[in-house]
């Protein structure tokens, strides 16, 4: 079985000398889970185990361990490979729609000059032309969008100060005012359990429910909270132990997000676990106005289009590339609906789910405020908890096996120091 993928990366961000509370913390993985992924990956990347006096273990990785995964598992290079291809696959699908919607335009543009000409040409020559004389006539017009005095200085100024903040070209920014961006949340789960993670260790291991309840969903009503059901999966994802004080308060401990295997500070922590809102799109106010814009010219084209063409005479007649236009008409005209319907529906539908996560949000942040100002209650089980608070760092000096070396060396060489401090205790008098 090839190694978790989060694990390697885990392992790599953390300089490759890991505990299993470790990688629990930092990927916010299931304590077992990270437990099982350590020893896969150790066996199968030439990872050695270190063992300290207290039992606790260290997992030494080389910092290659990805190239020798890589030429033992063909699956990882397909990943890395596919990994690579999608990228340039999703770029081409991205740019595709702009590239349609030009070709649309220029399409549609040509093949109503097509007819208008062929239709002045007839009015000209028969004098039946007078069912086309006033109906278009305005119709040059919609074409003022394309030409140079549109782009105004002002419009150019606004486009350049706006690539400070964004540097979508035109097709990239037609498929994000399309469809958007993808979701901002949707690493949430991943980010929730590393905060709540971050938040045991920086407490030392130990905390009491209402520390944890701001990373929270779903908590429910005052009752289930005096319960504190809500710490169960907690609990369950890193083995921790509740403990009961003489006054009935329950605090919670984590020994294995207690061991270390480097000394390190306090890691920032938000105050709550706060999702981020729905963007329409990143792409700036104007290349979102130049899509719209599009859009329209792209759909009353084809609605023009499709009043020239209604009774099939014309594309008869004149054949080539306006039949052509005419067999994928609906396709067109589909495509110009579909260009201005999506982010229509989209953005009413980024508007209802904006509400629902702000309302989240202010949960979670009236969840955090209770901690700015405790009670006495609060306090007390805080105070509680700090008993239970401890931290181990796993340092070269502790440690009393390791598999980088043989045994009887490390027997050997464990028993030189113990005779070692021996001596020197007997020289101080101790």
Do not use: C
């Not at 500070?265 to 792409?283: C, D, K, M, T």
């Amino acid at each position: 079985m090839a190694p978790n993928p989060t694990i390697i990366r885990t392992v790599e961000q953390l300089g490759y000398r890991v505990t299993v509370g470790d990688v629990a913390t930092q990927a916010g993985l299931n304590v077992a889970e990270a437990s099982q992924g350590l020893l896969t990956l150790a066996a199968e990347a030439g990872g050695h185990l270190q063992v300290a006096e207290s039992g606790d273990i260290v997992y030494q990785f080389p910092q290659n361990f990805r190239a020798v995964l890589r030429n033992k598992y063909f699956q990882l290079q397909l990943q890395e490979w596919w990994q690579k291809v999608w990228g340039i696959l999703f770029y081409l699908i991205r740019i595709s729609f702009g590239i349609f919607l030009v070709l649309s335009i220029a399409l549609i543009t040509i093949t109503i000059f097509i007819i208008i000409t062929a239709t002045s040409s007839d009015r000209d020559s028969n004098n039946r032309g007078s069912s086309y004389s006033g109906g278009f006539f305005y119709f040059p017009d919609l074409f003022w969008f394309f030409s140079p005095n549109y782009y105004d200085t002002s419009y150019q100024q606004r486009r350049y100060e706006n690539r400070q903040a964004n540097e979508l070209n035109f097709f990239e920014a037609v498929f994000s005012f399309l469809f958007g961006d993808g979701n901002p949340n949707a690493k949430l789960e991943e980010r929730r359990w590393q905060e709540i993670a971050a938040v045991i260790r920086n407490q030392r291991g130990a905390v009491v429910a209402e520390q944890i309840a701001p990373y929270l969903d779903d908590i429910g009503p005052t009752y289930q909270q005096e319960y504190e059901d809500y710490m169960l999966p907690v609990l369950i994802r890193f083995n921790g132990q509740p403990q009961v004080s003489s006054q009935g308060q329950i605090v919670y401990y984590f020994p294995e997000l207690q061991i270390r295997a480097s000394k390190k500070g306090r890691q920032s922590v938000p105050a709550y676990l706060e999702e981020l809102p729905w963007r329409f799109s990143i792409a700036s106010s104007g290349q979102n106005m130049l899509s719209a814009g599009l859009g329209i010219v792209n759909f009353v084209g084809a609605l023009v289009l499709g009043r020239l063409l209604r009774d099939g005479v014309v594309a008869a007649k004149l054949g080539g590339l306006v039949a052509f236009t005419q067999g994928i008409y609906w396709l067109l005209l589909a495509y110009g609906i579909g260009f201005l319907g999506v982010p229509l529906v989209r953005y009413f539908w980024i508007q209802w789910r904006n509400k629902k996560i702000a309302g989240r949000n202010r949960d979670r942040l009236f969840r955090a405020r209770l901690l700015t100002d405790p009670d006495e209650n609060l306090q007390q089980k805080i105070d509680f908890a700090h008993q239970f608070a401890a931290e181990t760092v796993i340092e070269n000096k502790d440690l009393v096996y390791s598999t980088e070396t043989d045994l009887l060396d490390q027997e050997i060489e464990h028993s030189a120091q113990i005779e070692a401090q021996w001596q020197k205790r007997l020289q101080s008098g101790e």
